[in-house]
């Protein structure tokens, strides 16, 4: 299947084997991610993200298989390539003793010039001093000399590694919302990450990596869209979970004196007849969140991954029943 000029990037069986008689960093794996799309490319630590970016790049070379990016080869075209892209690498190491101002001076001038209009603008968006060397930046503040180094010259497609690590919740929403200006300009982004939240609200689909080998691709709309919700149910006093627990699609029953939580799939009507003896305070039902959609795919063993609280759309409805 032939990459057409509609296509950002694509693989074709792309393995990568670091040693020898070990699993594959990476396992024939097939991805399309067309223009003007932003696409969450998403798994834990180890998963294959970054090895996959490094063969995009020609940094590292497969072991099978080929890719293409902007519809060139990534072995043949990789100084075109890189012409034509911005990237943001997982670990960004820079000349310590040159300021911000000056980095970008030099990656500008291997670029033909570089807009110092927008340079500004970004640097202001960002919070972002220029004056100073890299030396003395903090780990949030490098991150944002990587992401005005990547973004400066409004590339056509940005590939980025991992891209809000270190930054601070605010910095996280700014970047959002550059995010979002790439897209309005039809531009494409190749986003690694495991910060789910991140990810659910800036992506257009999201590919899922296990351990090398895809598991998934979807639009982030549809996977939100799975069949379980979370139901918190308040009542006046303790209730007996006997009931609730033999409801079909009632899971993860849990009690907090006089509230109670679970997961539900299937009809509400069992779970309100369950619940008909009680006086009922508050009911709150919370779609699930991106992230636990991720640990369902995963498994159990991911569940350390969690980092807050489920989230998604929650309706409250206050009502009293025999």
């Known amino acids: 299947m032939a990459t057409t000029m509609n296509t950002a990037i694509q693989t074709f069986q792309l393995t990568k084997t670091y040693t020898p008689g070990k699993p594959p960093a990476l396992t024939s794996l097939d991805l399309t991610v067309p223009c003007g799309e932003i696409f969450g490319y998403l798994g834990p630590n180890g998963a294959g993200k970054t090895t996959t970016i490094k063969v995009l790049l020609d940094l590292i070379r497969p072991s099978t298989g080929r890719a293409e990016v902007l519809g060139m080869d990534s072995r043949e ?49 960002l919070d972002f001093d220029l004056s100073k060397k890299v030396r003395s930046y903090s780990t949030g503040n490098k991150r944002k000399l990587g992401l005005i180094l990547a973004l400066m010259h409004k590339p056509e497609l940005l590939i980025l590694d991992e891209p809000t690590s270190g930054l601070d919740p605010l910095m996280q929403q700014i970047f959002i919302t550059l995010m979002d200006e790439a897209r309005r300009e039809g531009r494409t982004v190749f986003l690694s990450s495991h910060v789910l939240s991140e990810v659910q609200a800036i992506c257009d689909r999201v590919a899922i990596l296990r351990k090398g080998k895809l598991e998934a691709v979807e639009r982030v709309h549809d ?21 609730l627990a033999h409801v079909p699609g009632v899971a993860e029953l ?49 569940a350390p991954m969690r980092n807050g609280k489920n989230g998604g759309s929650s309706h409250n409805h206050k009502e009293a029943a025999k």
């Open 254 to 302: 849990t009690q907090d004196g006089t509230t109670v939580r679970f997961r539900h799939t299937g009809d509400f009507d069992p779970v309100y007849r369950a619940l008909a003896s009680a006086y009922i305070v508050e009911l709150r039902t919370e779609e699930p969140n991106l992230e636990e959609v991720f640990l369902k795919f995963y498994g159990s063993q991911f």
């Open 223 to 243: 996977l939100m869209t799975v069949n379980f919700n979370w139901i918190t149910v308040r009542t006046r006093e303790p209730i007996a979970l006997e009931g």
């Open 77 to 125: 075209h990789s100084v075109e390539i890189r012409k034509r892209i911005g990237f943001l690498p997982g670990e960004l190491n820079l000349w310590a003793g040159l300021t911000a101002q000056q980095v970008i001076h030099y990656m500008g001038n291997l670029r033909g010039g570089v807009d110092w209009g927008y340079v500004k603008t970004l640097s202001e968006k």
